[in-house]
């Protein structure tokens, strides 16, 4: 069964980094688009990045200059570098990509999320 299994989430000081990481596991042949996502309590969940498969990367004004999306095509995973860490970066990150099998038909698939939290 396709999985997407994250991790690297914790507990960091304000201006510290965390690295997240979105593993794909399962007949996954390869990985077009990546997405991170976060949530918070009342609040509808904001896309923090995105990396298509041409290497192209967009971020949310809110981290740019802070966060790199990136891709290990190898390994099938997928990361999100955190540096500088703010307490309004604390919320629960969520990994989606866009993931093709030996059909070569691309479907979409959800991380299970980790918690990031950043203390003032």
């Known amino acids: 069964q396709v999985q997407l299994v994250e991790s690297g989430g914790g507990l960091v000081q304000a201006g510290g980094s965390l690295r997240l990481t979105c593993a794909a596991s399962?007949?996954?042949?390869?990985?077009?688009?990546i997405n991170w996502y976060r949530q918070t309590p009342g609040k509808q969940r904001e896309l923090v990045a995105t990396?298509?498969?041409?290497?192209?990367?967009t971020y949310a004004e809110s981290v740019k200059g802070r966060f790199t999306i990136s891709r290990d095509n190898a390994k099938k995973t997928g990361y999100l570098q955190m540096n500088r860490l703010k307490p309004e970066d604390t919320a629960v990150y969520y990994c989606?990509?866009?993931?093709?099998?030996?059909?070569?038909?691309?479907?979409?698939?959800w991380g299970q999320g980790t918690q990031v939290t950043v203390s003032s």
């Open positions: 989606n990509a866009e993931m093709y099998s030996m059909s070569l038909i691309s479907q979409s698939y």
């Open positions: 399962g007949s996954i042949l390869g990985i077009n688009t």
């Open positions: 990396l298509t498969s041409d290497g192209s990367a």
